[in-house]
């Protein structure tokens, strides 16, 4: 006899979103208290550069001490450990991770048009929906601070942010879960800073990358064409080391699905060289290889990056991610994106875990200037809808609309939050900084 497990009726999970407000009361989440930190935060900040290249260490650090808004994209350790000292929801979603202004871009579809949408999923795990929110918020304020913006339009932002978010949270709960799915986010054409994204993306065309990463030698005319030397930010690889790349694609393969394994097998290797991508990435093994297929004029690049557990995961122990990092990051990138890069697998080399994607196929990022004058507000209305497009795909949006409720104490509260995060941003930076004119930060 096949036994059924009860099915929560739409007013249930309305309900059961109501009642966790006993756990954490939404007025609650404008709080913040560094001094419970499990550890100080370099000491969080040396823990994860453990297993990382040693030499690009130093090089991590010197990007994140350049500014308040360097050190917050690098230290996402820093405020996982702080969000797990304060009390959550319990209101579980698929998890960017690290959602903050500059992880959300402009790529190419499946089908070939642009779409603007969270890009970056290092850190992505299931865990307390608010997390992602909170980290939003705080981007928004340092960024805002380092735009030129004052601290009452910084506010404002993060409010628009929040409030676009409960809003269209709101809208989602009755609406039927597949037009969820492929809900149509249509406030683009309004933010600037997402049109300029978008104009960079449409010059990003694979043949822009070819002339920006490789070259060839000039005293060879009909010379093949290799990836250009830039140490250390692009370095060639050759010998075991490239092997071990090249390998690495058998295993990445089997994570394609067929057509896009034969779309694949049109081109063929022409070279691999080691990157050194982002700044929370810093460290980590990140390669590209070129491939050409109707000869050089038709180039695809991918990118092999090494993946880490996700920052979050010493707080989250029953998230049941998945082993393979790599596997992590590219089921939660697909669980939160409506459209996926078609090249997007994973695969291993050594005992080591890596995320494979394209590399640079019409993306377009946006740039703490685009935030001047009245981009940020515009944008951060975006970046919430966003937020509640991957969270209502990955989570259930009524418990969600459920616990926000009509009213907005939950939106003042993560206002509040946002600005306390970036002043703590702005004391662990200058804590950074004093760190390095006295001694080397440990590592």
Known sequence: MVRSMHWATPEERRKLGQARRKQVGRHEHDALDAKVRPLPALALLARSMQGRVPALVKLKYELMAESPFAYFRGAAPVMAADLAMTPNTGIVSQLCGDAHVRNLGAYAAPDGRLVFDINDFDETIRGPFEWDLKRMAASLVVAGRAAGHKQGTAAEAVAACMGRYAALMREFAPMPRLEVSRYQVHRMGMAKPVHEALVKAERATPQHTLEQLTTTAASKPGAPRRFKEAKPMLTRVSGARASAVLASLTPYRATLEPQRQHLLSCYRVADVAFKVVGTGSVGLRDYCIYFEGNGAGDPLFLQVKEETASAYAPYLPDA?????????VAEGQRAIEMQSDPFLGWTHIGHRH????????HKGSIEIGDLAGGGLTAYAEVCGELLARGHARSGDPLVIAGYIGSGDAFVQALVKFGARYADQTE?????????????????
């Open 320 to 328: 049941h991610a998945p082993a393979h990092n790599g596997q992590r």
């Open 427 to 443: 004391k662990d930076w200058e804590e950074l900084r004093r760190a390095r004119k006295t001694s080397r930060p440990r590592h």
């Open 354 to 361: 890596f995320l494979v994607r394209q590399l640079n196929d």
